[in-house]
């Protein structure tokens, strides 16, 4: 089954996303709160694929959910819930680890169009983990794991995200082409993506502060201005 962790404190909504999700195939475990979302993550073994988080929550915020189910978990992917004036939230959301962010309200089709489409990327994680997957793919300093989503950089681990993972598989395969947004929104995101091309921006943001010796002053993930960005390893 593909199993999905709702959490949303306003009954109304969670229920039409409950509703939608389980005529899309899946196995929902639902929790109105921060709290609880955290217990039942546990009560289950952590056995989700993914998880939608709301934003604003009394107690425990979904920013905080996403932060500790990503300390938890590498692999689960992760959607949050905003409101269009939540603009700051939603990058906060993604610089913590959150995979994708939808805007309220939605309709039923975006809502599984993205869900979809990131349970497809956990599943191929999944799929080359199990299958002991070893290809390595070597650029520079750098090595990307195809099976553990990791990359190392001078031999030290550096941990992924399934989005952070995807860029930089593309990069590697890539080295020293200028990839626009849209290339790379396509890519990663697929080519159904209804949402905002700055969401490349803000993965980028967060991988340069993983891999780069400078974020500030990027040597390996270069902004090719007017275009989006390209992968370096000869500076």
Known sequence: ??????????STIR??????????GYNV???????VALQKYEEYKGDFDLAILDIMMPGIDGLSVCKELRK??????????????QEMDKVSALMMGADDYITKPFSPSELVARIDALYRRVVLSTTRAENNFKEEIKSG??????????????????ELTQVEFQIMEYFFSNPGVALDRLDILTKVWGKAYVGEEKIVDVNI????????????????????WGLGYKWETNN
């Open 205 to 224: 943001r967060r991988l340069r502060m993983k891999i780069e010796d400078e974020p500030s002053n990027p040597k390996f993930i270069i902004t090719v």
């Open 29 to 35: 475990v639902e929790a109105d709160c921060g709290e």
């Open 72 to 85: 938890k978990n590498g692999n689960i992917g992760i959607i949050m819930l905003s409101a269009k004036t």
């Open 15 to 24: 229920e039409f996303i409950v509703i939608n999700l389980i005529r899309g």
């Open 141 to 158: 300093d750098f090595v990307l794991n195809l099976k553990n989503h990791s990359i190392t950089k001078r031999g030290k681990l550096i």
């Open 1 to 10: 089954m593909k199993n999905i962790l709702v959490v949303e404190d306003e």
